[in-house]
């Protein structure tokens, strides 16, 4: 199974982005699918999650009203559009498997990640 996350730069505060993870190696549309994120000295926080037919979705009070999860099963792809961006939401992020739309997802098998830098 391999995530590979893409879309991420560098915008000013109010800026938008929109993050891809394409999946392949395994059935993507039988997955819950999730987004983490890691900020320079922080852990991980969990921010939203999608299920397998995009008909629930998570967002963490952090992100709720700024940013859309969604997927596409045929392209095996998840997106994150992310608008009215924050300084504190730079960070790396991440997509990964879910268990659970409403339990932040395990922490190995994550992709690599994409960098999203917001500047004041």
């Known amino acids: 199974a391999q995530l590979v996350e893409s879309g991420g730069g560098m915008v000013q505060t109010g800026g938008s982005l929109r993050l891809s993870c394409e999946a392949s190696?395994?059935?993507?549309?039988?997955?819950?699918m999730s987004w983490v994120r890691q900020a320079p000295g922080k852990g991980s926080e969990w921010i939203s999650s999608?299920?397998?037919?995009?008909?629930?979705?998570y967002y963490a009070d952090s992100v709720k009203g700024r940013f859309t999860i969604s997927r596409d099963n045929t392209k095996s792809t998840m997106y994150l559009q992310m608008t009215n961006l924050k300084p504190e939401d730079t960070a790396l992020y991440h997509c990964?498997?879910?268990?659970?739309?409403?339990?932040?997802?395990?922490?190995?098998?994550w992709g690599p990640g994409t960098q999203v830098t917001v500047s004041s």
């Open positions: 190696g395994f059935t993507f549309r039988r997955f819950n």
């Open positions: 999608i299920s397998t037919t995009g008909d629930t979705t």
């Open positions: 990964a498997k879910a268990v659970r739309v409403d339990l932040p997802p395990r922490s190995d098998g």
